[in-house]
């Protein structure tokens, strides 16, 4: 009698109760400046802020997901943001412009709950919301704009798993808003007194991101 071979079928991988994997990704850093109408008293004119000439910077980090059932996953996803912001001053009445590179490193632990829809196939689409403590390891005194070292952003995003015969590969796009104005107004940093006038110029500051990521599992 030929001996019956035992094959062992592994779980698909939504089964497991734990995921882990990592990422890589690209970033777009932004702030949203409120400006005030400051007018600088030392030479009448009137100041204002924006924005302007986007970078994409990139992020990496490690992803942990506990599957609480066929729908809902809890993640946590410690993360490292490098980019960069560029500041551009303008004077309102001579037209004269000037600008500020602000360069940042973020260290941020998302906590996100992960909303997915029934998998097809080899593909299950997903949406997520959750909270971003952040922590800017690279703030620098001394300059025209100074920003808060502490944040924490509100996310908001969505993906899709798509299953491969090794891995799993996960596209995800995600917008984060800060919840804290981050503009320092106290400067008693400044060694020229005379940039003081940027930071009178704005009323508040808060953070904004646009992270695309691709996650493997």
Known sequence: MAQERVIQHRPYIDQRQLHYGFFVGLNMMDMELQNNGYIDPASGQQWYSEVD????GFSVGVLGELRINRTFGLRIQPTIHFGQKHVVFHEQLSGR??????????ISVPINLKIAAPRYN???PYATIGVAPTLDLTTRKHQALLTEKMDCYIEIGAG???YLPFFKLIPEL?????LRDILVHDRTDLIDESLLKFTKALDKSTGRMIVFTLYFE
Do not use: E, L, V
């Open 174 to 178: 995600k917008f984060c808003f800060g």
């Open 97 to 106: 412009d000037s600008t500020q590179n602000i360069k940042s490193t973020y």
């Open 122 to 124: 080899n593909f299950r």
């Open 53 to 56: 000439n986007y970078q994409p």
């Open 160 to 162: 899709c798993d798509f």
